[in-house]
C-alpha cells in the first residue's frame, strides 16, 4: 500500500484500512516490525548509547531497568521522601517558584512510504498473545500501587517486547513518580497557594508547570532539586524545542534549533556526569531513578565509565553521582533507581546512559501529563453538568474518607476517571505511532477488502483516528464521558484494542494507571477548593507540534471555596 502515491483513495480508505494495519502494528513482534529505523531522529535528543541508539538486546536490558524502578517494593520505599517534600515550607525551596517558559513542542518518514493503521476488533486476531502467565510482569507492581486492579493494566512480556515502545510508553513509566508527589502536594495545598482567593490564570501553563517542578525531584534527584533546578529546566527547554518536524527528516540539520538542542544536551551531559561521579566517589546512595541506572550492569559486567559522558549534560549528572556515592547516602527518587540499575551480564550503567535514559523518561512525560490534565479540566468547565458530577463524587468520596487523599481513594473516583478518558479519547498527545516493516504482509478490511505491506514500508498507526471510528464509538466527535460507564462501555462492546490512546497488546503503556492517579489527584484539589469559569474560547489542537497539545491560552478564572460535604 503507497499512501504518498495514491494519497486521497488510500486515506478515504482510512475507516476501513485503519483496522487491520493497527492490529498487526501492535501484536508485531521485533523481527517483523521494529522502531529503531523510524525513530533514530530522537538520538541527538537522548543521546548516545541508549533506546533508538542501541540494538534490539540492549535496549530490552535498558527498558528493563524502567520496570525495576516501577515495582512495587521501589515505589513505596518513595513515599517517606515525597511526604516530607509535600511537608515541607513552600516558601523554602523550589516548590512554588515560577518557571520560565514552559517546553512545547505528524512524524512523517521522509521518502519512506506509509501504511496506516487504527483500532478495533477487526483485527484482533493479529493482537493475541499479551494475556499470558508470563507476561503479566507489570500488572503486580501496578494492582499493588493503585489498591485495585486499574479498569485497564496492560500485560508486558518484559523480556521480549519492552523495546517495541513509542518513547511515549517510555516516559509515562518516569510519570509514574511523579504521581505521588502530586497527590501529596495537593494534598498540602502547596502548588496553588500563590493563588489569590479569586483571579484568572493560563490552567495550560500551571499545569505544565506542575509537572517539570514535581519531576525535578522524584526523576532527576535531590541534586538538581536543590541546586541546579532552573539550570536544568531551561536547558530541558532548549532540548525539547529542538525536537521540530524537520528533525524526523533531518535530525542533524544545521539550524538554529538544532544548534541549541546540542548545546543543552551538551551542559546537561556535563551536569549529570559530574554527579554521578561523585556518587560514586563517595559511595552515598539515593533512593531515585538515577541511582537505579548507575548501579545496573549489562550482561558483560561492564560498569559505568567516565569516559562514556560524551555530553554536557552527562558530566552534570556524573557529578551528582558522584556525589550520591562519595556520601554514602540514598535518595528515594527514579535518579537513584538508574544508579542502581544493572545490565543481565552484571554491567553497570554509564554516566551518558544514565543521562540519556532520564532525558528520556522527563522528555515526553511532562507533555503527556500536562496535555490531558489541561484538556479534562477545558471540557468540564465546557459541560457543566459533567462538572457538577464530579464535584458530587468528591463530596461522596470526602464522606467516606474527609479530607485525606491517597491512590486507594483517588482509584474510587470513576466519574473523574471516565471523564479523563474522554478528554484523551478526543485529543491523544500521540497522534502517529510508527514501524519499519521487516517482511511482507496482508491485512483485511472489515469490508473484504485487502492490502499488502511490502517489506521495508513504514506501517502507522493512529490513536487520534481510531479513537473515533464511528462503528465504535457513537457520536464519536463528541465528548461524552458516560460512553465508558457501566452498561455502555463502548470501548469494550467493540472488541479488543478499540480505545488505543495508551497504545495495546505488546505497545501498551506501563504507566497507564499512573498517568490517571496522576491526572485524578490535580484534579481532585482543584475540584475541592476553586470554582472555575473558563474566559477563553474553547481551545485546539496544536498540530504544529510533535507532540499534539493545545493550541493558545487556556484562562480560566477561579473562586476559592471549600467544598462542603452534608453528612
Request: hydrophobic fraction near 40%; aromatic fraction near 10%; charge should be neutral.
Amino acid at each position: 500500500m503507497d499512501l504518498l502515491s495514491d494519497a486521497q483513495p488510500q486515506w478515504l480508505l482510512a475507516g476501513a484500512a485503519l483496522l487491520l494495519a493497527t492490529v498487526a502494528f501492535l501484536r508485531s513482534n521485533e523481527s517483523d516490525m521494529s522502531q529503531q529505523e523510524v525513530y533514530r531522529f530522537n538520538v541527538p535528543t537522548f543521546g548516545p548509547g541508549v533506546v533508538f541508539d542501541v540494538d534490539y538486546q540492549v535496549r530490552q536490558e535498558q527498558f528493563r531497568f524502567f520496570t525495576e524502578a516501577l515495582r512495587a517494593n521501589k515505589l513505596r520505599s518513595y513515599v517517606d521522601q515525597m511526604v516530607a517534600e509535600a511537608e515541607a515550607d513552600p516558601s523554602a525551596g523550589v516548590w512554588n517558584r515560577r518557571l520560565p517558559p514552559a517546553c512545547r513542542g505528524a512524524k512523517r518518514p521522509g521518502q519512506c512510504r506509509v501504511a496506516a493503521g487504527g483500532g478495533g476488533a477487526a483485527g484482533a486476531e493479529r493482537w493475541a498473545g499479551c494475556g499470558r502467565d508470563e507476561e503479566a510482569g507489570a500488572e503486580e507492581p501496578l494492582g499493588r500501587l493503585v489498591g485495585r486492579r486499574p479498569a485497564r493494566v496492560a500485560r508486558f512480556d518484559i523480556s521480549g517486547f519492552l523495546d517495541q515502545r513509542e518513547y511515549l510508553n517510555l516516559t509515562s513509566l518516569a510519570t509514574s513518580f511523579i504521581i505521588l508527589i502530586v497527590t501529596l502536594i495537593y494534598n498540602d495545598k502547596e502548588y496553588f497557594s500563590k493563588w489569590g482567593e479569586s483571579g484568572t490564570v493560563d490552567l495550560k501553563y500551571e499545569l505544565e508547570h506542575l509537572i517539570i517542578l514535581t519531576a525535578s525531584r522524584c526523576l532527576l534527584g535531590r541534586e538538581v532539586r536543590e541546586k541546579l533546578f532552573d539550570d536544568v529546566s531551561a536547558l530541558f527547554h532548549d532540548l525539547d524545542n529542538g525536537m521540530q518536524p524537520i528533525s524526523v527528516i533531518f535530525p542533524y540539520l544545521p539550524i538554529p534549533a538544532h544548534r541549541r538542542r546540542d548545546q543543552a544536551r551538551t551542559r546537561l551531559a556535563e551536569i549529570f556526569a559530574t554527579i554521578i561521579k561523585s556518587r560514586k566517589a563517595s559511595g552515598q546512595s539515593e533512593e531515585d531513578m538515577l541511582q537505579c541506572f548507575i548501579d545496573s550492569k549489562y550482561k558483560n559486567g561492564r560498569q559505568t565509565t567516565e569516559s562514556e559522558a560524551r555530553t554536557r549534560l552527562a558530566e552534570i549528572f556524573a557529578t551528582i553521582i558522584k556525589s550520591r556515592k562519595a556520601s554514602g547516602q540514598s535518595e528515594e527518587d527514579m535518579l537513584q533507581c538508574f544508579i542502581d540499575s544493572k545490565y543481565k551480564n552484571g554491567r553497570q550503567t554509564t554516566e551518558s546512559e544514565v543521562t540519556g535514559l532520564l532525558i528520556a523518561a522527563l522528555f515526553a512525560g511532562q507533555h503527556t501529563s500536562s496535555i490531558t490534565s489541561t484538556w479534562t479540566g477545558a471540557y468540564l468547565l465546557k459541560f457543566q453538568q459533567y462538572f457538577a458530577e464530579a464535584v458530587e463524587e468528591q463530596k461522596e468520596v470526602m464522606k467516606r474518607h474527609g479530607d485525606k487523599i491517597d491512590h486507594d481513594i483517588l482509584a474510587e473516583m470513576d466519574v473523574l476517571y471516565r471523564c479523563i478518558k474522554e478528554a484523551l479519547r478526543l485529543h491523544p498527545p500521540l497522534i502517529m505511532l510508527l514501524r519499519q516493516s521487516h517482511s511482507d504482509f496482508s491485512v483485511t478490511t472489515r469490508e473484504g477488502k485487502e492490502f499488502d505491506i511490502p517489506k521495508g514500508h513504514i506501517v502507522a498507526t493512529s490513536p487520534a483516528f481510531a479513537n473515533r471510528l464511528p462503528h465504535i464509538f457513537k457520536n464519536p466527535d463528541s465528548y461524552d464521558p458516560d460512553r465508558f460507564a457501566a452498561g455502555r462501555e463502548e470501548d469494550k462492546v467493540a472488541g479488543a484494542f478499540s480505545y488505543i490512546s495508551f497504545g495495546g497488546g505488546r505497545h501498551g503503556c506501563l504507566g497507564e494507571p499512573f498517568a490517571y492517579l496522576q491526572i485524578k489527584a490535580i484534579w481532585t484539589h482543584l475540584l475541592r477548593n476553586f470554582e472555575f469559569e473558563l474566559v477563553s474560547p474553547f481551545p485546539e489542537n496544536d498540530w504544529n507540534a510533535m507532540v499534539v497539545g493545545i493550541k493558545g491560552e487556556v484562562m480560566v478564572s477561579y473562586k476559592r471555596r471549600k467544598l462542603v460535604v452534608d453528612n
